[in-house]
């Protein structure tokens, strides 16, 4: 079993950055594949980053050069750095990792999911 918990989130004016946390315990070892995803009121969940164990990392077009995912190993972590926020990012983002990529790119079958962090953009 693997635990994840998101940290980070809160208000910021448009612009502004934030930095998520999600913090994995337990079996660790299982994990291939985290990703972050966002739900906003009323919208689907999307996924928003991946980064593979191997480091390599996608992105949805939305967010493309505004944030950045990467993890640190040494503590169990991966970080979302999110800059020039603007007020449609406001969701909740959630943490999920898997063994299998696919999983996390479909979010389907994902095995492991934090409770997920508020960010609120206003504009």
């Known amino acids: 079993q693997v635990q994840l918990v998101e940290s980070g989130g809160g208000l910021v004016q448009a612009g502004g950055s934030l930095r998520l946390s999600c913090a994995a315990s337990g079996i660790v070892s299982s994990i291939n594949v985290v990703g972050w995803y966002r739900q906003a009121l009323g919208k689907q969940r999307e996924l928003v980053a991946s980064i593979t164990s191997g480091g390599s990392t996608n992105y949805a077009d939305s967010v493309k050069g505004r944030f950045t995912i990467s993890r640190d190993n040494t503590k169990n972590t991966v970080y979302l750095q999110m800059n020039s926020l603007k007020p449609e990012d406001t969701a909740v983002y959630y943490c999920?990792?898997?063994?299998?990529?696919?999983?996390?790119?479909?979010?389907?079958?994902?095995?492991?999911w934090g409770q997920g962090t508020q960010v609120t953009v206003s504009s």
């Open positions: 999920a990792a898997d063994r299998y990529q696919r999983s996390i790119e479909r979010g389907r079958s994902v095995s492991y």
